[in-house]
């Protein structure tokens, strides 16, 4: 493994550990050059998914791209990059569980919606409003007051 900080290649592992859903290895590692800590992560590599774009095309699934608007969601939010990996590891095993290696993007992105709803709804109206593409206010006033009433339930329960 090639250290992100020196760019050195060897390296031990002081800690290693399954994910919580056990889909992974998160190994703790240190550059034997520079000292300096980093994460790795190791999956089992599956068969590849295809995604069907809106316009008809189809791309290798890539899951970097559901991290990094669930990072871009989550900004500035309370939420570690643990979680974030977590929620992108659970919502890559809910797409093979639902398809035959090809899924639509707007289903990958109605996941990404509901997970990140039940993490956390800044996340949430963030993603949403980006991918719904909000045409005017009043749609994304409609979105927030079905969060608004969500909550007042949940605090008369």
Known sequence: MKCPHCGYKEDKVVDSR???EESAIRRRRECL???KRFTTYEY???VSMMVIKKD???EPFDRKKILSGIMKACEKRPISVEKMEELATQIERAMQ???DHEISSSKVGELIMEKLKMLDDVAYVRFASVYRQFKDVGQFMEELKGILNKERKQ???
């Open 56 to 58: 008809g095309r189809r």
């Open 33 to 35: 050059k520079c000292g």
């Open 97 to 99: 569980k639902k398809s």
């Open 44 to 46: 089992i590599e599956e």
């Open 155 to 157: 605090r008369r329960s």
């Open 18 to 20: 399954a994910t919580q």
